[in-house]
């Protein structure tokens, strides 16, 4: 979708701190804000979403800025495991609900 | 608690073929999507199912077709199958309603040759 654009690929080293960032400059005042991340073709894995507000899970926070133009996944302590594609997505609130995906940044954890 | 279950996990069809893939949603779950994707791309919404109606389509032609059934499962329907269409087919399922997570099975492999 190129209305959401995350950078290609990222490198972090474990036990670190990843901060995976997102545009989705033109995103509409219903749409959430959605990370899936996916392993080897895997089915994406549900990581967290919001509106406007900071929101936080037992796998990672998300930071939405206040014009709410870009986002972005913190894993506060990277592991290995974490080594996946990262898809920032957006959600529409009413009808049918679809996820609307970037291309995704693949993060790669460093030992 | 079984989550999202899709079969078969990996299908090699011929052009022209027609094919059919199955889903089952999360328990407690009442809406399907089905999702393509292509291999380095992000998935792309084909259609939407609730109350085995298909509610909203995206960009995908009149080859592509569904089904819900009662229990809220779902098939996949695919005819006159091109080159093109080879790709990892996605199901998610979610809880009618505006603020709710959407799980994905773990795919179909559909390889076209």
């Known amino acids: 979708d190129a209305k959401t654009t995350q950078p290609p690929s990222m490198d972090c080293a474990e036990g670190r701190a990843a901060n995976l960032p997102c545009n989705h400059s033109?995103?509409?005042?219903?749409?959430?804000v959605y990370w899936y991340r996916q392993i080897h073709s895997q089915g994406p894995q549900y990581i967290i979403h919001g509106l406007k507000n900071n929101e936080t899970n037992e796998m990672a926070s998300l930071i939405i800025t206040e014009d709410r133009k870009s986002s972005t996944l913190i894993l506060p302590h990277a592991t290995l495991r974490d080594t996946a594609v990262y898809y920032c997505g957006r959600r529409i609130i009413q009808g049918a609900q679809k996820l609307v995906f970037g291309q995704g940044t693949r993060l790669t954890i460093n030992p | 608690d079984a989550g999202v279950t899709q079969s078969p996990t990996h299908l090699i069809k011929t052009r022209g073929q027609q094919v059919t893939l199955r889903c089952s949603p999360k328990?407690?779950?009442?809406?399907v999507s089905w999702y393509q994707q292509a291999l380095g791309q992000g998935p792309q919404f084909i259609f939407q199912?609730?109350?085995?109606?298909?509610?909203q389509r995206g960009n995908f032609p009149d080859r592509f077709s569904g089904h819900q059934f009662p229990n809220y499962s779902s098939e996949l329907n695919v005819n006159a199958l091109l080159l093109g269409d080879s790709a990892l087919y996605l199901c998610a399922s979610s809880l009618r309603g505006w603020n709710t997570e959407a799980f994905f099975g773990q795919g179909t492999r559909l390889t076209v040759v």
């Open positions: 328990s407690g779950h009442d809406t």
């Open positions: 033109t995103i509409s005042g219903n749409e959430y």
């Open positions: 199912y609730y109350e085995e109606e298909e509610r």
